[in-house]
């Protein structure tokens, strides 16, 4: 069996290569959009199933049904793929969750708070391999994965805070370190989330929700 020479002195099997389906090449911008697009689905798919660091770029190129050289043309290294896809999925869960807070009336944080939690249960139930790729692979990442985590987890503790700020302004939440209080509820969500990887309760992502909201609200509540 013959091979080729990918980027970095790589090789891949040529059969491997023409096993994937013939495609076009991109040809416009919005082709090409696509293309990378599809690329970094099936990047998502497969780290999440290998893991980072036995998941090859051969792996992915077969996943994408696309060539070994096409997916370095868009991506030079799995290093640099991993780096965009962690970006990528960092902003859609941002943006899911505020687009579904939106629904709340301007200054209804308890409603906010409520809708943001179930939002994010929501999110990560319907992509459980965006659960695996923050979560379950934490540690065997190192610097990388952390510097990624990091970055999401700030955005989300950012956007917590806000609504923990403008609580207590308005007297609804107790009076509490606002970044604290913020991380204690993206801890909990995390840690729910990383649960329903190992362990099936049978619950619902709408119900594991409602039991957050519910244990961080009567736990931020003034008391009388």
Known sequence: MSTVEGPSGATSSVSTMTAAKTRR???????????????????KAVFATNGYHAATMADVAREAESSYGTVYWYFPSKESLFDELMDAEGEA???????????????????????????TF??????????????????AMGDRFE???????????????????????QGDLVDAPPDVA?????ALIGQLALRRLATDDGLSAAVLAQFAVNLVLDGLRPRA
Not at 94 to 118: H, K, M, N, Q, S
Not at 148 to 162: A, K, M, P, T
């Open 122 to 139: 929501e999110f990560f139930e319907a992509d459980r391999a965006t659960v695996k790729l923050l979560f379950r692979d934490s540690l």
């Open 182 to 186: 913020a991380f204690s509820i993206a």
């Open 25 to 43: 090449r991109a040809g416009n911008d919005e082709e090409k959009a696509q293309r990378r697009d599809e690329i970094l689905s099936a990047a």
């Open 93 to 119: 869960l941002r943006r899911f969750i505020l687009e579904a807070a939106a629904v709340a009336a301007p200054g209804d944080v308890t409603t906010a708070l409520e809708v943001a939690i179930r939002a």
């Open 147 to 169: 510097r990624h985590l990091g970055v999401i987890y700030e955005g989300f503790i950012s956007d917590l805070r806000l609504l923990v700020v403008t609580g207590q302004e």
